[in-house]
Each structure stands twice: as structure tokens, then as C-alpha cells.
């Protein structure tokens, strides 16, 4: 009833008020409580990041053991949901297989599926963060065909999950120092952007009291998009396009430019940042040392490199405001950390997931929450009388 107004992509409409994330997309600024990313990366640890964003505050030493401390103990599957990996075809892309066993996660846990009961919402909550990275590390397994890995309690969430990854029963696995280093502040830079499409999905479906396993499944989906998080994987797939084409550039370039159908510069433009996004420049400073270090293809980083410089000194580009955003340079450093192109976006919702959790909690939290319930502009007929099917 009344006047609604039509805001495709909600451009200019706020659904919700929050404490969490600020961005000013014109200036290139991002701040998680307040804090600035660039004092976060690289200084605070992710576990650290995850507490700031749910409970608000950095922890002292003593909440942040303690707090690392419950998602160690979380860590293991139910054996029964590891058979479930079995169900998924082999080549099954592994962001499905992670939305899956995510929502799979509200029949095996179903003490702690109480949106407005405050213990079993923490216990929902630990128990995500301890078990995403076991269920996408156990994707991976099964499309490799590898045995599973117990998860190891001594060892940190990063570690933990790139031992499960990569590590084998047979053989001691210890993961590269500076690669955990490096993994853990890309998690930081994932970990949460506002009410950006996954995290606005989460925020719907939670908005009728769905439980937050279920919420986070639905994010995990909104996610897989090529325009949202499965952008860090099609901008190597583009990469590598332009690489088997001989490195052209310039013809690339001219058909983004003409909007050729399904053509993008892909990790370029944001919603928001009008400016370069802050994670990007991270990134960016860091691909250079880890594929130094790691020794990763350093001609699809100079094409990568080439490729900005070309978008960021063109009127197209210039004129619409388009900077590299975060996926344009993560792809090559997890190709250099050894992770198929079909497990970047997995990296990313393991990244995001704290920022699903401290946004679903606020929602739940917040008195004035009401469903997520867009209007709509009709345009379709108006009324007319129904035609039996044998006068058709
Ligand atoms: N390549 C070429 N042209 C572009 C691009 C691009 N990557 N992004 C936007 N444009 C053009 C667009 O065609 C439009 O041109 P015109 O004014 O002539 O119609 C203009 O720039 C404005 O773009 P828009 O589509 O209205 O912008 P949006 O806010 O609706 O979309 C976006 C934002 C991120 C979906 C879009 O920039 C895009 O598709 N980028 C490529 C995919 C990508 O990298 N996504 C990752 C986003 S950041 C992290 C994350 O959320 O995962």
C-alpha cells in the first residue's frame, strides 16, 4: 500500500542499519569496527578479525585464546557427514558441494539451531567457523580423490585447513610459514564488506528465522556468482584466455570495450568504491613477495599488471570509475599457493564467513528487524477473464 519506489539492485536503498563495516567507496576507505584494513592486515590474525567483527572489540589476549580455543575444538565432521561427500559427482565445483554441507549442518547440529537463544547461537557460531574449513578442504579431497584428513587440534584454523588440504595421511605436512602468513591476511581482507549480495542473502533468509546454518548456505550460493565471488575465478580463466591468444591485449581491451555479450573486464568495478579498493592495493603489493617466494607464473602476473595499466589510463574505464577490485590479483596467489581455479571462491566465503555471522547476529540482535520483504512494480496485464482451455 502507498507509494513504492523502484530501486533495481537496491542502488540507493539501505535495508538495514549496522555497526560493523564501514566503507567510503569515493575516498577507497574500508573499516571493520572502525578499524582501518590497512592496520588490520598483516597485524591481526584472522581468528583476531573474526572476534572483532562478531563481538565488536578486539580481544584481549586471554578472549582471543579462549575464543581460538572453542573453534579448535569444533573442527571435526560428524562421520556421517563425511559420507556425504561421496554423493557429488567428482567434477562437481566445490562451492556447491560447500553450500550443501553447510545447510547439511542444521540436521546434525540440532541443539543449536535457536535463532533468539543466545548459547546456541554461540554454538552455531563456533561451530562454522570451525568446520567450514574441514568441509572445504574435504571438497578439494574428494575432487582430487584423496583420503580425508582428520583435522589436527594443535594447530591453527589456517594451517589446520591447508594440512587438510594438501597434506596426506602418509606424509608429515607442514605448511610454509609464509604461506599461512600470506593466506591468513587475505582471509582479514575477505572477512566482511557491508551488505554486499552474499551477506545481504544471509541477512534475508535470517530475517524470517531461518537458522544461521541455513542463512550462511544461502550466502555461500550468492557468493558462487561470477559478478560477486566468482569473479576471482574468472578473472584467471581471463587471464589465461588472453594468455593462449598471445598476450593481446589491446584486442581484449576493444572488446570489453564494444560490449561484446558476456565480455567484462573481470575483477575490475565496484558497486561502491568509485576509487581503488584497499584490499586491492593490499593484494597487489603482496603478489609480487609470495609469487616471488612461492614461485608462481609470473607471465600471467606481468599480463595481469599490463592489463591495469591499460584500463586505468583509458577513457572507458576512466570515465565509469572502474579500479581493480578485490579478486583481480588473489587468483594468482593462490594459484601460487597450489589451490585449483575452482577453489577461489571457496577461499573467499572461508574469508567472508565471520562477516555473515556478526551480520546475521546483528540482524537477530536488533529489535527493530522486520522480514526482508521487497515491493514490487507490476506490469503485467491487468485484469482479465479466464478462456477454457478447449475455446483456446
Ligand atoms: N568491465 C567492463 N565494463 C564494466 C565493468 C567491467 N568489469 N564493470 C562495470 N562496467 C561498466 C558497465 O557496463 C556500465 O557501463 P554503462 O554506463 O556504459 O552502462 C558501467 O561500467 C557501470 O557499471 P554497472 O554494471 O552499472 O555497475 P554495478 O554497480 O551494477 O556492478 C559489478 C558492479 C562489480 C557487478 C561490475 O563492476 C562487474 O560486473 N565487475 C566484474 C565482476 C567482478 O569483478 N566482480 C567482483 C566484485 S568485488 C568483490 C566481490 O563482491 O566479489
Known sequence: TGQVALDIGFVNTAACTSAITYIDGDAGVLRYRGYPIDQLAGKASFV??????????LPTAAQLAEFDGKIRRHTLLHEDLKQFFKGFP?????MPVLSSAVSALSTFYQDSLDPFDEAQVEMSTYRLLA?????????????????????????????NFLRMTFGLPAEPYEADPELVKALDMLFVLHADHEQNCSTSTVRLVGSSHANLFASVSAGINALFGPLHGG???SVLEMLEAIQRDGGDIPTFVKRVKDKEPGVKLMGFGHRVYKNYDPRAAIVKSTADSVLDKLGGNSELLDLARQLEEVALTDDYFVQRKLYPNVD??????????????????V?????????WIAQWREMIEDPTTKIGRPRQVYTGPTVRDFVPLDQR
Open 131 to 159: 568446520k567450514l574449513p574441514t568441509i572445504a578442504a574435504y571438497a578439494y579431497k574428494k575432487s582430487v580423490g584423496q583420503p580425508f584428513l582428520y583435522p589436527d587440534n594443535s594447530l591453527g584454523l589456517v594451517e
Open 328 to 345: 583481480f590479483y588473489t587468483g594468482l596467489i593462490y594459484r601460487a599457493m597450489g589451490f585449483p581455479t575452482r577453489m577461489f571462491t
Open 231 to 233: 569473479a576471482n575465478q
Open 347 to 355: 577461499l573467499f566465503a572461508l574469508g567472508r564467513l565471520p562477516g
Open 90 to 94: 567428482r567434477d562437481a565445483h566445490p
Open 48 to 57: 583476531e578479525v573474526s572476534y572483532l567483527l562478531i563481538h565488536g572489540e
